[in-house]
């Protein structure tokens, strides 16, 4: 099994930035791609960036490239998420997940475990 805990959320000025941290315990870590996702209040899940196990490749949505960047700290066992230029439209729980298979990335199915998520709130 995987623990994650996401921090680092909080409210936010547009324009501002926030780091999200994921710190993981229970498995290794380090053989998993990790990925964040997020959703507002009634709507669906979405995909928002992942990292491969290597840090090789990464992905982004496309309402996420150019601002924000995906990162991991192997030795730490965690995955970060540097958010620059915040929008309104940011504001969602965000959620960290681990997935230990070659499914795709960019979808919530593929991955196995998840945090209990952060709250992100962008102020217009």
């Known amino acids: 099994q995987v623990q994650l805990v996401e921090s680092g959320g909080g409210l936010v000025q547009a324009g501002g930035s926030l780091r999200l941290s994921c710190a993981a315990s229970g498995r290794i870590f380090s053989s998993a791609t990790m990925g964040w996702f997020r959703q507002a209040p009634g709507k669906g899940r979405d995909f928002v960036a992942s990292?491969?196990?290597?840090?090789?490749?990464?992905n982004y949505a496309d309402s996420a490239k150019g601002r924000f960047a995906i990162s991991r700290d192997n030795a730490k066992n965690t995955v970060y998420l540097q958010m620059n230029n915040l929008k309104p439209e940011d504001t969602a729980v965000y959620y960290c997940?681990?997935?230990?298979?070659?499914?795709?990335?960019?979808?919530?199915?593929?991955?196995?475990?998840w945090g209990q998520g952060t709250q992100v709130t962008v102020s217009s």
């Open positions: 990292i491969w196990w290597n840090g090789t490749n990464t």
């Open positions: 997940a681990a997935k230990y298979d070659t499914t795709s990335d960019t979808t919530s199915r593929g991955y196995d475990y």
